[in-house]
């Protein structure tokens, strides 16, 4: 009762703010969905829902002419006096009348093809008219699934916080925002959130933006992923197939072209749908344009259709974007998923120039209390009505999460949930009071997690506490947690333990203390995971994973200083010990023998690789992002790097107080790193490092600087960009200076979509070149070619890279196997 008594609230405050509204129907009576509702020359329109209603608020009475625009239909053009509010206007559009016959063929070439190379050749003069405005924006998304299963691959997913029904459907993310956006072409933007409403969320900061919707079809690329081929782009007639459909005059006697685009290729990154262009002017009428998700590289995508509807001021003679549409359909492992996001423009007000300070690097910023607005100030400023649909989610999400985040209803869940069972000891334990979010872990003796072999410590355990409190509306938390890990092999038990703080979402300043006793890898990096190595020992008996213990104490804290310049500060005390093989277990038994612990010595397992020493460290280390954008939100700030210019990153080491002088040492190193987007062309990612010791001559082996090498062949971390594929792992560690370069290109299908037979594949090409230089060592290079996003159906998740290695004079070859999620 009280549901129906709350919704017939919403309805009333729904239509009550109401100036002029009524519903867009077709000459049977059915709702025309997604029609463009304009005020005669101005820019001040809207759009119709899924129910072909629509509402439109103005200031004051008189006499208002309307104009109702959807594809396939003729322009309809409606004058009524109003004399007081809310008035209803519907509209019934009749069908396009299409002249096909009016389009004249010249020369017996394709008429489409003319009109194309017009329509290109008219880009940059279309462009400009709108390359500076303000406007209103509003936004509004949202997201249903189907077929969810109540577990996946033994992960509980349950009822995703009370949005599924028992068949595993519903409607899972609804949100929609009011903003005042000023934009001046190719993409600066600067965004005001007025008001920002997501469903079941108190909090109500929805990451719909301007941002995401800027598919200008005048430009030669559209980012969904990868750049997308525009239909009127300058190498257009490449990619693409033209063909006249129909053609009609609109309700401002605008001749205009209905274009079939057909792709020339299947797998390349192009739409296939509709263009309209107008006649004369060439400019865009509108588009009605499908991507596929294999174009896309985005195989979970199934299809993605996208509208856009231009309005005409005959005034101005200019045409600008005021509706936009985005339709999607997705699915994984038979779950379904689909969505629509619904952007509509209005009251455009063109400038000649803007000024100086107002593009930034803050792109969205949020009102006071946007979130807080009040359902008459929605019924008010909501350009498009909700659907029933629409309206029910949101008063049933909203009362669920009342529910939910009720202290009785979370202590209720947590009784259940908090349950002691004796197979907890063994699977793991957590106890929450989700009331006041904080949190009680126990990882049990079984997690797979710290389950590996090697060596030193043979069969190794670990498991461990942790205590999380978190403070949601400033987005901060503290963690306290100690863990342990049991060698079977060595029979050591080694604890650690530590404390974090995160003090805020705004420059992410945090605190870090950590100590205990632990085996490490001598390259920090970590370059070969457990996994790899618990393989490649037990099956091959390559013991690849070098390490020693380390007892120590460590404190670390680090911010934003300022916008795209980023510190942190470590400082630790170390004590040091060589470890030896304990075991020669292997599950393949062979007459291999495994090689011994130290590095330097892979054949003699009774030298150390150092002695037992300590020391304390402190290190300094920036990193600068150029150019970084933002958006600053009330809980928090989100950093945008849109990669136009490198980052690069310092540090220094000042190694002291050691066991002798001869472990102290200094240490400077400088990197630089650039991702590209080569148009169509592909991706192209540069990775540069350059280090130098100081008074290091008699530096322990764990303090040398490793590389990134790999001898097993496999690679499951998708670093390409910072290792190596044949290097040995420890032959050219330096305590000198070096320098270091990875490059690396992904065609993105630019060269294989172009390779009859390859292309059905839908393989990208990839290349790399790698090199390093070490004063103690001959220049090491790699050259590398395969082929990325190998696989079947929607599961693209392997590589093949065939590499050429060279160091003085010597060239050997390999394959390197990749897999990625």
Known sequence: MKLKVLFALALISHFSFAQIRGKVTDSKGNALPYASVTIEKTYNGTST??????????????????????????????SKEINAFPAVINATLSDEEYSIEEVVVKNGENPANAIIRSAIANRKKNTDKTDKYEADFYSRGIFR??????KFMGVEIGDLEGNLDSTGAGIIYQSETVSKIKFEKPNNIKEEILASKVAGNDNGFSFNTALSTNYDFYQNTINFGIPMISPIASNAFNYYKYKIEDSFTDGYNNFVYKIKVTPKRDKEPVFEGYI?????????????????????????????????????NPDTKI????????????????????GKFTHVFSNYNFVDSFDKKTFGSELVTFAEKSNKKEDSYWSENRPVPLTDEETTNYIKKDSVYKVRNSQVYLDSVDVVSNKFKISKIITGYTFKNSFKKSRFN???????????????????????????????????????????????????????ASFYHKFNNTNDAYIRLTGGNKVNQFNSSEPISGIENSVSSLVFKNNFMKLYEKEFIEIASGREVFNGFFLNANLAYENRKPLFNTTDFAINKTSDVYSSNNPLNPLSDAIAAFDEHHLTKFSLSSRIVFGQKYITRPDGKLNINEGKYPTLGLTYTKAFLATSKGYEYDFVEARLNYNKTLANKGDLQLNMKVGKFFNADNISFADFKHFNGNQTHVRIDGQYNNSFNLLPYYTQSTNDQYFETHVNY???GYFMNKIPVLNQLGWNLVGGFHQLAAPQNKPYQEMTVGFDRIGFGKLKIFRVDYVRSFQGGVAKDGLMFGLRF
């Open 319 to 338: 045409w600008i974007k005021n509706l936009q549409s985005l339709d999607f359909k997705a699915g994984i492992f038979m779950m379904k998923f689909n």
């Open 145 to 150: 699934v189907k077929d969810i299963p109540k």
């Open 49 to 78: 829902n899924e129910n072909g209603e629509y509402e439109l608020t103005v200031k004051k009475t008189g006499t208002y002419t309307l104009v109702f625009k959807i594809l396939g239909y003729k322009t309809q053009t409606i």
């Open 442 to 496: 126990y990882q049990g003796l079984f997690n797979l997690a710290a389950f590996n072999f090697n060596t030193v410590q043979g069969y190794h355990i670990g498991s461990g506490f942790s205590y999380t409190k978190f403070n949601e509306e400033k987005r901060k938390y503290t963690s306290i947690a100690t863990d342990f890990q049991y060698g079977f092999s060595d029979e050591r038990i080694r604890p650690t």
């Open 746 to 748: 992904n065609d993105n």
């Open 276 to 312: 309209y262009i107008v006649d004369d002017s060439f400019a865009i009428y509108a588009t009605d344009l499908d991507i596929k998700g294999y174009r896309a590289q985005s195989e979970f995508l199934e299809t993605l259709k996208l509208t856009q509807n231009f309005n005409y």
